[in-house]
């Protein structure tokens, strides 16, 4: 079964839950493309990456054998995979959430210089859920929505928001799992 990246309901309310997500690690790719294109084209190397083209982190030292100081290290699929609005227009980030069995110093590192690590600190966040296809307006529409919300229950958004993929591209649309996730003030 694939890992889900952890939170913890804190309250619900009309149209969201807000949650408590801790602190984690994500493998991340800035790509210039279209919303659609964006996660399809960082797939292959994001999951190149889990894969195992990566270099494993070992202990250095005269017990290590060389061989495994440089070996690489496959790494468990989780959910969500994420897709936030990058640094300039057209740009998208998209994140694949880590195994939380990983720390920083035990965490591989990539191969492909495209491919970055950084660590996500805790947060509180307003979550809506939803089914459907993956397309720019239905999470649009739901982002909308959900910012509304946000604001008509006296919380402060703060952040980029998040669009997650829960399912494999061969679920039926109607089955798929996705949330819109905005940080909010604490």
């Known amino acids: 079964m ?10 619900r309310h009309p149209g969201f839950e807000l949650r408590r997500y801790p602190a984690h690690l994500v493998a991340e ?10 996660p399809i084209e960082a797939f ?3 999951a190149a990456y889990i894969g195992g083209a990566n270099r494993a982190r070992h202990p250095a030292g005269p017990a290590v054998p ?21 640094e300039w227009p057209g740009a998208y980030l998209i994140q694949f959430v880590m195994p939380a069995s990983f720390t920083a110093a035990t965490l591989p590192e990539p191969v492909d210089a495209r491919v970055r ?9 307003a979550a809506m859920r939803f089914s ?13 929505m959900l910012g509304r919300s946000v604001t008509a229950a006296g919380l402060q958004p703060t952040g980029a928001i998040r669009y997650a993929r829960f399912d494999p591209p061969w679920k039926p649309w109607f089955l798929r799992r996705n949330e819109v996730v905005l ?4």
């Open 2 to 11: 694939t890992e889900q990246q952890p939170y913890r309901v804190v309250s």
């Open 29 to 38: 790719m800035q790509i210039q493309a279209s919303f659609t294109r964006a």
């Open 44 to 46: 292959r190397p994001l």
């Open 132 to 144: 459907g296809r993956w397309t720019e307006q239905a999470f649009s529409q739901r982002a909308t």
């Open 117 to 125: 690590i950084r660590a996500v600190p805790a947060r509180l966040a």
């Open 66 to 86: 060389a061989e495994a100081a440089s070996g690489s290290e496959k790494i468990a699929m989780t959910v969500p995979v994420v897709q936030i609005e990058g």
């Open 183 to 186: 940080p909010v003030v604490e």
